[in-house]
């Protein structure tokens, strides 16, 4: 079981950069793919980035129209996933959220049903 909690959102300009952090309590946090998905009002939610577990080398994946402009790192230590996330855009506003899952492979990171585990969201929000 694992429970996770976002933060580090908030009301930024265009251009501006914001760090958003996912800490998870529970075990094994290493072993768990963990993934950042938005979604904006009145849209679907969709894929940001993901890491996957130590196992899975820690391999980062990215859609691609953040691609250069966000990084997503963990430190297994502190438990915990962060979204660095520069040249924000207005485009970027939504609710941000992280999950977790033990299961996941290269090919699935991406699809947030394959996650079990879910934080609550925090909402960025670029304006111009």
């Known amino acids: 079981q694992v429970q996770l909690e976002e933060s580090g959102g908030g009301p930024v300009q265009a251009g501006d950069s914001l760090r958003l952090s996912c800490v998870a309590s529970?075990?094994?946090?290493?072993?768990?793919?963990v993934g950042w998905f938005r979604q904006a009002p009145g849209k679907d939610r969709e894929f940001v980035a993901a890491?996957?577990?130590?196992?899975?080398?820690?391999?980062?994946f990215y859609e691609d129209a953040v691609k250069r402009r966000f990084t997503i790192s963990r430190d297994n230590t502190k438990n915990t996933v962060y979204l660095q996330m520069n040249s924000l855009k207005p485009e970027d506003t939504a609710v941000y959220y992280c999950?977790?899952?033990?299961?996941?492979?290269?090919?699935?990171?991406?699809?947030?049903?394959?996650?079990?585990?879910w934080g609550r969201g925090t909402q960025v929000t670029v304006s111009t």
């Open positions: 890491v996957r577990s130590s196992r899975g080398g820690n391999r980062p």
């Open positions: 999950a977790a899952d033990s299961h996941l492979i290269a090919s699935t990171v991406a699809r947030s049903e394959q996650y079990d585990y």
């Open positions: 529970g075990r094994a946090f290493s072993t768990y793919a």
